[in-house]
């Protein structure tokens, strides 16, 4: 950010919004927490998303270690960032394969996403809203 300032750069900062205030990780990450390899989060990327989500809770029931823990952006940070001149805008939910998502859920975790951010008075939370 202060970069971003000092230069005048403008930018826009697009937030998986079911994670916001939470310390849950990237799917991807807990992944590689899980397992350490590389090739099962490219093959989770192939499957179907409800097979992806089975996956990583099959992988959590059975993780013999802590749970996965990475510290999410809150609303406050959000909030900073953007008086600081970023835009904040919507990205999805809960960063899925778009392509592996029937019409239904793709317009679920764009509009939901979108919708979550203008509740919470963001005001580029339309920019990839239906």
């Known amino acids: 950010m202060p970069l971003l300032k000092k230069y005048d750069i403008p930018a826009v900062l697009f937030v998986v ?17 899980y397992t350490h390899d590389h090739h099962k989060v490219r093959w ?29 952006l809150t609303i406050e940070e959000l909030r900073v960032l953007e008086r600081n001149g970023i835009a904040i805008a919507n990205h999805t939910m809960s960063h899925p394969m778009l392509d592996k998502l029937s019409d239904h859920e793709l317009e679920s975790e764009l509009t939901g996403s979108a919708d979550l951010l203008e509740e919470n008075g963001f005001h580029y939370s339309n920019l990839l809203a239906f």
């Open 44 to 72: 989770a990327k192939t499957i179907s998303n409800r097979e992806r989500l089975e996956y990583i809770e099959a992988l959590r029931a059975n993780r013999g270690k802590p749970p996965c823990q990475q510290q999410q």
């Open 17 to 33: 919004t079911s994670l916001i205030n939470t310390d849950t990780p990237f799917w991807w990450d807990e992944i590689l927490y």
